[in-house]
């Protein structure tokens, strides 16, 4: 089974250029492949991808649009927007972001990806809407959905829905490493606080 490495922190913090520069650098000599769930699922409401129908890609629209989490129920969508990541070239290591972000689903990632070790990006919240303001990660360009309210809301769903996905995983025994993130924190220094904690 392949390996996986998964970001977890609230929305703002970094995870998607995190994510990317661990796929263009890799980690400890390992290549690694982005899997953006947000990214993905925004490529499906747009009609991306062959294998999604227009239903399906009204429903990603409407997830999408309400800032709500993919619930047990829907895991055969969120399975088979991985699944076609996964088929659609090789690596060594997967980098998950936005998936999974609550337990139940962590539980469903399982039986596909062996989460070896979890990168928590701890920010407070001053601190993300600052980032945001700021682009700091230079990701949030042309983003609809980052007005205060919608932020804040996401800020409350991530608090009570995914970072209990961190005591999922370290009863696992998996390897937290936790990252603190401030308002000029780049993704370069997270990777070289990871290079450094990881070793």
Same mark, same amino acid.
């Given at each position: 089974?392949? *390996? ?13 250029? =995190? ?16 899997? *953006? #769930? ?5 490529? @499906?409401?747009? %009609?991306?991808?062959?294998? !999604? ?5 009204? !429903? ?24 076609? #990541?996964?088929? &659609? ?5 997967? @980098? ?7 337990? %139940? ?8 990806? *062996? ?5 928590? =990006?701890?920010?407070? @919240?001053?601190? /993300?809407?600052?980032? /945001? ?16 309210? &919608? @932020? ?6 991530? &608090?009570?829905?995914?970072?209990? =996905?961190? *005591? ?8 937290? /490493?936790? /990252? &603190?993130?401030? $308002? ?7 990777? $070289? ?7």
């Amino acid at each position: 089974m392949m *390996d996986a490495i998964l970001l977890i922190g609230p929305t703002g913090a970094g995870k998607t250029p =995190l994510g990317d520069l661990l796929e263009r650098k890799g980690l400890h000599g390992r290549a690694c492949r982005h899997f *953006d #769930f947000g990214r993905e699922l925004r490529r @499906v409401a747009t %009609g991306g991808g062959r294998e !999604f129908d227009a239903e399906e890609a009204a !429903f990603v629209r409407r997830i999408l649009d309400k800032g709500a989490l993919l619930e047990d129920e829907h895991w055969p969508l969120a399975e088979k927007v991985l699944r076609r #990541f996964l088929a &659609a070239g090789a690596s060594e290591r997967i @980098v998950l972001n936005g998936l999974p972000r609550h337990v %139940g689903q962590a539980r469903r990632i399982d039986g596909l990806l *062996d989460v070896r070790m979890v990168v928590h =990006l701890d920010c407070p @919240v001053e601190t /993300i809407l600052e980032r /945001i303001r700021r682009n700091t990660g230079g990701d949030r360009a042309g983003r609809a959905d980052d007005d205060a309210q &919608a @932020v804040r809301a996401r800020l409350a769903t991530y &608090a009570a829905r995914t970072a209990p =996905l961190l *005591d999922h995983y370290r009863a696992a025994g998996g390897a937290i /490493i936790p /990252i &603190a993130v401030g $308002a000029d924190t780049t993704p370069r220094d997270m990777l $070289a606080w990871l290079k450094h904690d990881t070793q």
